[in-house]
Nanobody, 118 residues
Framework: QVQVQESGPGLVKPSQTLSLTCTVS??????????WNWIRQPPGKGLEWMGM???????YYSSSLKSRTSISRDTSNNQFSLQLTSVTPEDTAVYYC??????????WGQGTQVTVSS
């Protein structure tokens, strides 16, 4: 019943900030034991976990992306968002938002293609 859906621009210029929003339905993002993840997949490569925000608001990030990544939430709209600053073409990927209950991933969004190009 939990559904997640990504939205945001599909094209970002180098050095700018990539911003995406995930809209959640079926459960409140503040419900205990849930966490909300951003995962991406560059073309021809595997999945890369970027970060997460727990239902209690605690945030965790991949060490390789921590300096550029920020995850926030809007509880009124049951959404959480990703901001990735100073993007380069290496940030081109399909970006997914993914629900998590305790230690297990649950629902995946359909993914949204983001291309970093001038």
């Amino acid at each position: 019943q939990v559904q997640v859906q990504e939205s945001g621009p599909g094209l970002v210029k180098p050095s700018q900030t990539l911003s995406l929003t995930c809209t959640v339905s079926g459960v409140s993002i503040t419900t205990s034991s849930y966490a909300w993840n951003w995962i991406r997949q560059p073309p021809g490569k595997g999945l890369e976990w970027m970060g997460m925000i727990h239902s209690n608001g605690n945030r965790y990030y991949s060490s390789s992306l921590k300096s550029r990544t920020s995850i926030s939430r809007d509880t009124s709209n049951n959404q959480f968002s990703l901001q990735l600053t100073s993007v380069t073409p290496e940030d081109t990927a399909v970006y997914y938002c993914v629900s998590q209950w305790r230690s297990s991933f649950g629902s995946w969004g359909q993914g949204t293609q983001v291309t970093v190009s001038s």
